[in-house]
């Protein structure tokens, strides 16, 4: 019975959206090729020697929502940004998980793959197909990407790879380069929480978790197909805690009702869920795809591990947004970086969903060697990763 309903629970899931698979390469798109046009016009093709020392090198392609993206990849972001938070992160984009996980594995910036100029320089370092507010499923406005068309532009990437370097040389370069995924944030704020599509009426917690893990075992099965052997899968954070949550939840109770630090305990236990079938579906594809190496990083984990000893990591504030207005500064997000606070560093989170510089900082330590949060990637970490 249990078998038969999670068949049409990802039955469902495909209706919503089919994801397309890497098989036979997708012709390469009027946008890439008029970019390699322009290149050849400008006198820039790659020489030769890069070519042979395309096998030597490690890419990281990243693909995920505004954890992975300030707005610099996302078309119009400014202009189409609903929840009124326009600059995510503090900065740019290089305070961000993915970007200091690239500074440790001695990676250069990671473009975004809207602002390439079509060199092959900038496809052997890596690409940022992330863009702010993606889903998983099937975004509630055609402004916002989903997963899916992610992965067609890594598809994409890959055929451009292969009419570049060969289909030999590309394929060594794709087995040993890493694909980061983080997604799920914006489907529970967006798609469930606050219902835009309906999807809460038609699926409890448990099976949007399930649709969720079943659409991102599909990814991660396609990208293993298209040769990639390294894939780093984030989980989603505790969005029960973030400052938006709080303030929807917590904004007419008086102080200490919400357990003291300012967490959502349901919304978080929908999280928990997603979570762990996520990590339990990525333990399985390990055992069954030859060769993978599937890493899942908890940042759940790790949040809460800052925010149940925050002085211990130098934090103060474990509520407040360092950029927005309002209560916890959360009924308006960050409209302009010169109204945020003077010490992110003490805030555990910069925007409305978002962590600051400090705490990605620590996430990333994590990631990379286990310290200070040990366990955090599973079963291995981000250096092991790099050094199998």
Request: charged share 15%; proline share 5%; net charge positive.
């Given at each position: 019975?249990?078998?038969?309903k999670?068949?049409q629970q990802?039955?469902?899931?495909?209706?919503l959206?089919?994801?397309?698979?890497?098989?036979?390469?997708?012709?390469?798109?009027?946008?890439?090729l008029?970019?390699?046009?322009?290149?050849?016009?400008?006198?820039e093709?790659p020489?030769?020697?890069?070519r042979?020392?395309?096998?030597d090198?490690?890419?990281?392609?990243?693909?995920?929502?505004?954890?992975?993206?300030?707005?610099?990849?996302?078309?119009?972001?400014p202009?189409?940004?609903?929840?009124?938070?326009l600059?995510?992160?503090?900065g740019s984009d290089?305070?961000l998980l993915?970007?200091?996980?690239a500074?440790?594995?001695?990676?250069?910036?990671?473009p975004?793959f809207y602002s390439?100029?079509?060199?092959?320089?900038?496809?052997?370092?890596?690409?940022?197909?992330?863009?702010?507010?993606?889903?998983i499923?099937?975004?509630?406005?055609?402004?916002?990407q989903?997963l899916?068309?992610?992965?067609?532009?890594v598809f994409?990437?890959?055929?451009?790879?292969?009419?570049e370097?060969?289909e030999n040389?590309?394929?060594?370069?794709?087995?040993?380069?890493?694909?980061?995924l983080?997604f799920?944030?914006?489907?529970y704020?967006?798609?469930f929480l606050?219902n835009?599509?309906g999807v809460?009426?038609?699926f409890?917690?448990?099976?949007?978790?399930?649709?969720?893990?079943?659409q991102?075992?599909?990814?991660?099965?396609n990208?293993?197909n298209?040769?990639?052997?390294?894939?780093i899968?984030?989980?989603?954070?505790?969005?029960?805690?973030?400052?938006?949550?709080v303030?929807?939840?917590?904004n007419?109770?008086?102080?200490g009702?919400d357990?003291?630090r300012?967490?959502?305990?349901d919304?978080n236990?929908?999280?928990?869920?997603y979570?762990?079938?996520?990590?339990?579906?990525?333990?399985?594809?390990?055992s069954?795809?030859?060769?993978?190496q599937?890493?899942?990083?908890d940042?759940?984990?790790?949040?809460?591990?800052?925010?149940?000893?925050?002085?211990?990591?130098g934090?103060?504030?474990?509520r407040?947004?360092c950029?927005?207005?309002g209560?916890?500064?959360?009924?308006i997000?960050?409209?302009?970086?010169?109204?945020?606070c003077?010490?992110s560093?003490?805030?555990?989170?910069?925007d409305?969903?978002?962590?600051t510089?400090?705490?990605?900082?620590?996430?990333?330590?994590?990631?990379?060697?286990?310290r200070?949060?040990?366990?955090?990637?599973?079963p291995?970490?981000?250096?092991?990763?790099?050094?199998k």
């Open positions: 019975m249990r078998r038969s999670e068949k990802s039955f469902n899931a495909k209706k959206e089919t994801t397309v698979a890497p098989k036979g390469l997708a012709l390469v798109p009027l946008l890439v008029l970019m390699r046009f322009v290149t050849i016009a400008n006198g093709l020489e030769a020697p890069l042979r020392n395309a096998s090198r490690t890419a990281l392609y990243v693909l995920g929502d505004s954890s992975v993206d300030c707005g610099d990849n996302t078309l119009f972001y202009l189409l940004h609903r929840n009124l938070s600059y995510p992160c503090n290089t305070t993915p970007h200091l996980l500074k440790k594995m001695g990676m250069a910036n990671i975004p390439q100029n079509g060199s092959i320089e900038e496809l052997l370092l890596g690409l940022n197909f992330g863009s702010a507010e993606a889903t499923m099937k975004p509630s406005s055609q402004s916002h989903s899916n068309q992610q992965l067609r532009q994409e990437t890959v055929q451009l790879l292969q009419l370097l060969g040389s590309a394929d060594h370069l794709i087995g040993s380069s890493v694909v980061y983080s799920g944030k914006d489907d704020i967006d798609l606050r835009s599509s809460r009426l038609k409890s917690s448990q099976e949007f978790a399930l649709i969720l893990v079943n991102m075992m599909h990814v991660i099965r990208l293993y298209a040769n990639f052997r390294k894939i899968c984030m989980g989603t954070l505790p969005l029960g805690c973030a400052p938006r949550t303030w929807e939840r917590y007419n109770t008086t102080p009702e357990g003291g300012g967490c959502v305990g919304i236990k929908m999280v928990l869920e979570n762990t079938m996520l990590e339990e579906g990525i333990v399985e594809l390990n069954k795809l030859p060769g993978a599937i890493v899942f990083c940042v759940y984990r790790g949040i809460m591990k800052i925010l149940t000893k925050p002085g211990q990591y934090f103060k504030d474990l407040s947004a950029c927005g207005a209560l916890y500064g959360a009924m997000g960050c409209l302009s970086p010169e109204t945020a003077n010490e560093s003490t805030h555990i989170w910069w409305l969903y978002n962590p510089q400090a705490v990605n900082s620590l996430l990333a330590d994590s990631a990379w060697s286990g200070p949060f040990s366990g955090m990637c599973r291995i970490s981000i250096q092991e990763l790099l050094t």
